[in-house]
């Protein structure tokens, strides 16, 4: 679990440490629930170790140490669900409970260590929130992620009725991959380097796929992902791109995810969603962090966010409560809307029911793909959290999601994948039923590339990818005009003159 030295040795240390979490204690802690300074103690620990490695010794390194200046910030990993401790180490359900586990911070280390100054002296990316991120030092190597522009759309707002000024998006189409999962992709494989392993891999709706197989070419690891064999073309080939070996399967995300938990502890690889899930799933608190700071260190009214597992959409809030645990933004109320795609929407049917059961979609029948997840890991906590926010998990139809991709791209210039789509629907919907009125100040988290899904915008349309059902060029907003000779009487004779 420190670095690695060969190959075979790595899988090993790797694989013992994912099999047997409480291992740990081969370092001084073994066995059942251990307080968490015992963690400290035995377990990796995460934290501000000069050399960029977990410790490791049973030191009583870190709870020892009284100064929170140079505490480690990260105490370790704890079951969502019984509050049982872990170390933190590749690990990712309860072994009591079978709950998920999370990643657990010293608040006042993090209080003594964290900045507005510090954060703002750095470069731009992810890794400006150091302190507030479950690594110990930031990476030597990775792509360049984060800091995406939080754009004002106002023409985009004054369509929907809203205020200038009161709409924003974050532009997180502007990532390497092209999506956001490059954020969780590169905390997670800061990890998956930490721990020791030699293949990232991932079980992906898509867009995980292309953001884990850069990962790991950047870093040299081997890249296995794993999609639903009937994923959009543009999304394999982005794979393939970065050297990735591609295992399309026969199935939907869940029968892939299945698959993937038991590849995971046969073969030891680290992926970045099961496995290395407690360090993935931080990584979309990057997100919260930058809209905080692009604000001037301040929190929106709403937030409109896609969801299909519901990590990123309840990962937001957590960076938001991150904020104001630290000092470093004053709290305010944030609603939280999240959005579906109708033909996989569990959240929000749950949501609707007044119910926290998730009742999985077996079949997902939507164009939005990067969504179809049918039983969503964080699908209850969503819900939770869109309630006690004053919030709503809506469903929007795949005719809705088309014509929201148009219209973003045709009044703000940006052009959004299917879950873009999702989230300007979802905000057209709140801002018609009122949970959104023209005073909220709104951030839409814009979550992928239209480069991806290409074709997606015309659904619904007839003869649309001609064009056609859109008018003729400069008339109606648009639209691909029939080939002309190259002269101005041609150009005139199309329509096209003034
Ligand atoms: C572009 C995009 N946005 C949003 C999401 C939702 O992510 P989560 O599973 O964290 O809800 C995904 C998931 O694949 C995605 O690809
Ligand atoms: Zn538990």
Not at 246 to 251: E, I, K, L, R, T
Request: net charge neutral; glycine share 12%; charged share 20%.
């Amino acid at each position: 679990m420190t670095t690695r030295t060969s190959t075979t040795d790595s899988r090993h240390r790797a694989w013992s440490a994912m099999s047997a979490p409480v291992e740990a204690g081969r370092n001084g802690n073994g066995g059942s629930a251990l307080p968490s300074a015992a963690i400290l103690a035995g377990g990796t620990i995460v934290g501000d170790a000069t050399n960029g490695h977990a410790s490791g010794h049973a030191s009583g390194h870190g709870a020892a140490e009284p100064d929170p200046a140079r505490r480690p910030r990260v105490l370790g990993l704890r079951c969502r669900r019984c509050e049982r401790p872990e170390a933190a180490g590749p690990s990712y359900v309860c072994p009591a409970c079978f709950g998920p586990l999370e990643v657990v911070y010293d608040l006042e280390a993090i209080r003594a260590q964290a900045s507005r100054a510090r954060i703002e002296a750095r470069e731009p990316g992810i890794w400006r929130y150091l302190e507030l991120l479950p690594v110990a030092a930031r990476p030597e190597r990775g792509l360049a992620v984060g800091s995406t522009p939080l754009l004002r759309a106002d023409r985009l707002g004054a369509e929907l009725g809203l205020r200038a000024g009161n709409v924003r998006l974050k532009d997180d189409t502007r990532n390497p991959t092209l999506s956001f999962k490059d954020r969780v992709v590169a905390i997670a494989a800061a990890r998956a380097v930490e721990f020791g392993f030699d293949t990232l891999a991932c079980a992906s709706t898509g867009n995980l796929a292309g953001a884990t197989a850069a990962a790991a070419a950047n870093l040299g690891l081997r890249a296995v992902v794993f999609v639903p064999s009937d994923l959009e073309p543009a999304k394999i080939d982005h794979a393939l791109s970065y050297g990735a070996t591609v295992v399309p399967v026969d199935g939907t995300y869940d029968d892939i995810n299945r698959l993937s938990l038991e590849i995971a502890d046969e073969e030891g690889w680290a992926f970045v969603n099961v496995n290395l899930r407690p360090y993935y799933s931080e990584g979309s608190r990057t997100l919260a962090f930058e809209v905080a700071e692009q604000l001037g260190w301040r929190l929106p009214d709403v937030i409109v966010a896609p969801m299909a597992s519901g990590s990123l959409f309840t990962k937001v809030a957590k960076g938001f409560d991150l904020l104001v645990d630290a000092g470093l933004v004053a709290a305010k109320p944030v609603r939280f809307i999240g959005a579906q795609a109708e033909g996989c929407s569990p959240v929000a049917a749950a949501f609707a029911a007044g119910s926290e059961t998730i009742t999985p979609v077996r079949r997902p029948e939507t164009i939005v793909r990067s969504l179809a997840i049918g039983s969503p890991a964080d699908g209850a906590y969503a819900v939770a959290l869109a309630r006690r926010s004053g919030g709503a998990v809506l469903a929007v139809p795949d005719r809705a999601t088309a014509a929201a991709i148009r219209r973003l791209g045709r009044t703000e210039g940006v052009f959004a994948e299917t879950a873009g789509g999702v989230t300007i629907a979802g905000l057209e919907q709140a801002v018609a039923s009122g949970q959104i009125g023209p005073d909220d100040e709104v951030v839409a988290l814009i979550t992928g590339n239209g480069v991806k899904t290409p074709d997606a915008k015309w659904f619904g349309l007839d003869e649309a990818r001609a064009g056609a059902g859109q008018g003729s060029g400069l008339t109606r907003g648009g639209g691909l005009v029939p080939a002309i000779e190259p002269s101005y009487a041609a150009f005139v004779r199309a329509g096209l003159g003034s």
